[in-house]
C-alpha cells in the first residue's frame, strides 16, 4: 500500500518569501500522480497543483511550483511570494494510474501542514 | 474543472440520527467518492459509487452505516446513520475529472453530533 508523509505539521513564512513545504511517498509502482491540495478555514479542498510520474519536467502554476525527485521518492511544493491568502492547511495526495474500469482511483493522503503567513 | 455542490454545509446533528448528505455536480462524470475528514486529521475515502451499480467500500466502512445512491451521472448522496459522536466530521463528496484524472473537491458538509 502507499504512504505519504510530510513531517512538517506547521510552518511560518514572511509575506512575500518563499517558502517550501516537504512530502515523502513510498510505493512499488512507477506509474502515478501527485497532487498537492489546500484547505483553507472554510474546509474546502483546492487543487494547487498537479504532477505526473512519467514527467520529468516539474510542475510549475504560477506562484506554485514542485520539485519531483521520482528516485528519492519525494515531492515538495515551493511557494513563492507568499500571500495572506495562502495560509491554509497543505496536504500532498497520491494516486495511483487508474485502469480503464476506473479503479485505484483512490487519493492517499499526507497528514498536512499548517501554513501560516505573517504580514 | 467541475463546480460541485454539497447540501447541508453545516449541521448539529443528534445523537442516534441520520442525515444525508447530498452532493450535486454540474456535469457527468462517472465516478464520484465521499471521504471524511475527522477533527485536526487528514482525509479518508469511505467509498466509490459508479452510477447504476452499489457502491464500493473501503476497509473499515459499510454499507449499513454509510448508505450511498448514485441515481444519475450528477449526483450523489451519502446517509450517515445512527450517528454518534464519532461521526463528527468534514464529509467531502469529490469527482474524477479532466486531464490526468484529476480529483475535485466539493465544500465539504460539516457534522457535529451531540
Known amino acids: 500500500a502507499q504512504t505519504v508523509t510530510q513531517s512538517q505539521p506547521e510552518m511560518s513564512v514572511q509575506e512575500a518569501e518563499t517558502v517550501t513545504l516537504s512530502c515523502t511517498y513510498d510505493?512499488?509502482?512507477?506509474?502515478?500522480?501527485l497532487f498537492w491540495y489546500k484547505q483553507p478555514p472554510s474546509r474546502q479542498m483546492i487543487l494547487v497543483i498537479r504532477?505526473?510520474?512519467?514527467?520529468?519536467q516539474n510542475a510549475t502554476e504560477n506562484r506554485f511550483s514542485v520539485n519531483f525527485q521520482k528516485a528519492a521518492k519525494s515531492f515538495s511544493l515551493k511557494i513563492s511570494d507568499s500571500q495572506l491568502g495562502d495560509a491554509a492547511m497543505y496536504f500532498c495526495?497520491?494516486?495511483?494510474?487508474?485502469?480503464?474500469?476506473?479503479?485505484?482511483?483512490?487519493?492517499?493522503f499526507g497528514e498536512g501542514t499548517q501554513l501560516t503567513v505573517n504580514p | 474543472s467541475a463546480v460541485i455542490s454539497q447540501k447541508p454545509s453545516r449541521d448539529i446533528c443528534q445523537r442516534g440520527t441520520s442525515l444525508t448528505i447530498q452532493c450535486q455536480v454540474d456535469?457527468?462524470?462517472?465516478?464520484m467518492f465521499w471521504y471524511r475528514q475527522q477533527p485536526g486529521q487528514s482525509l479518508t475515502l469511505i467509498a466509490t459509487a459508479n452510477q447504476g451499480s452499489e457502491a464500493t467500500y473501503e476497509s473499515g466502512f459499510v454499507i449499513d452505516k454509510f448508505p450511498i445512491s448514485r441515481p444519475n451521472l450528477t449526483f450523489s448522496t451519502l446517509t450517515v446513520s445512527n450517528m454518534s459522536p464519532e461521526d463528527s466530521s468534514i464529509y467531502l463528496c469529490?469527482?474524477?475529472?479532466?486531464?490526468?484524472?484529476?480529483?475535485?473537491f466539493g465544500e465539504g458538509s460539516w457534522l457535529t453530533v451531540v
Open positions: 504532477q505526473e510520474a512519467y514527467k520529468q
Open positions: 495526495a497520491y494516486r495511483s494510474t487508474p485502469p480503464r474500469d476506473g479503479s485505484g482511483s483512490r487519493l492517499t
Open positions: 456535469s457527468q462524470v462517472t465516478m
Open positions: 469529490s469527482v474524477r475529472q479532466g486531464f490526468g484524472n484529476t480529483i475535485y
Open positions: 510505493t512499488s509502482e512507477s506509474d502515478y500522480y
